[in-house]
């Protein structure tokens, strides 16, 4: 729920807003001046609504110090420049009185929106190692994840993640948990579809000893050991039914009993589940309880496959790359023109963790500074996919383009091959063009010019 802040020196006009506000299911705060505002973390509200006269230090005077909440100017002074003055000094909007309250509505609707959508950054992730790490992509469909991350992580809600294989379900409950009210405490990961039907049981809820053949002593359970903390089931669809009425227990009731024990624990988990099925046809088909799968849809995150994430391919292919490398001790090594081509037009039925087996892959064969689609071992990649990716920016035939990229990749090869041992002008004299054109083309392809070059002596 958005947080407002309304700074209105008028109490007659403030009380007003505010019950129009909340009306709206809006959060709201009050200050009746600057001074009194900059008492409260500015930064923490969404939107700030500030009249430009106030007694003491203006409305504007808040732009600055509630960065980056955005700030929208409430005048009476319906005059161009009063508005363009707000404006100029950062304020996200103005607004004259007296307002129409659609319009104001309207407004403040269409700031929220765009500000969600321009501060929604990757989260910052910490993995088991302890090294920081940042989701990748910068699509529409990747924006909205951020912003659901920012908003449900500290709301301390039930979370479903719904995304196929290998699209990154575990690193979103890992950012979720990580900017949580819970992150000090442990965040539990179990893949319900790795653990045997006859022990997720025993290995969520935990046993007493004796209680079943094998239990030569007592264990804790992973539901308790996330106690305080975060447990992400990942796939669970894949969880039988038994353990689906004990879950469904948890989340209601907060409560636990191992196996062969008269007892019950109190827990205190937040949950998060991921799965790649339609829970709802599995609860139709009698393969999943309906009433736990409500309990879980509190709030549903919904990652994007590869394939619909335009140029985030190329983006995660770059970073993955520069792992790959470091790994395998192959610094320098670039991708092909056309092995870009083809990782962007691939449909990638596995996701992220296909495309960085393609690029181990890549990494492992290449010969030279250049990675090729042969390297890659994707197998055919549809022709319509180029013809449709050349049609939309009107440019050339697939057969021309298919010419043009095997020029590029002998310019690529042939300039990291040779960089070191020739100048500039030595390299542009056996490429056949000017310095020029050779300058024009390391922009256009990203290589870097070398700062000194070692002539041969």
Known sequence: MPRILIVEDEAIIRSALKRLLERHDYTVSEAGSAEDAAQLALCEFDLIISDLRLPGEPGTTLISAAAPAPVLIMTSYASMRSAVDALKQGAVDYIAKPFDHTELLETIERILHQQSVQHSEPPAITDDGGSQQMMIGDCAAMQQVYTRIRKTAPADVTVLILGESGTGKELVARAIHQQSKRAKAPLISVNCAAIPETLIESELFGHEKGA???????????????????????????????????????????????????????????????????LRALSKSGEFRLDLYYRLNVMQIELPPLRERDDDVLQIADILLEKACKRHERPGLRLSRAARQDLRDYPWPGNVRELENALERGVILAEGHLIHPDDLGLGPVSPRAHASSTASNGEESPAEEEDDLSLEDYFQHFVLEHQDQMSETELAQKLGISRKNLWERRQRLGIPRKKTARRPG
């Open 212 to 278: 079943f053949t094998g239990a030569s002593a007592a264990r804790t359970g992973l539901v308790e050991a996330a106690d305080q903390g975060t447990l992400f089931l990942d796939e669970i669809g894949e969880l039988p039914l038994d353990a689906q009425a004990r879950l469904l227990r948890v989340l209601q009731e907060g409560e636990i009993r191992k196996i062969g024990s008269v007892e019950t624990r109190h827990v205190d988990v937040r949950l998060i589940a991921a799965t790649h099925r339609d």
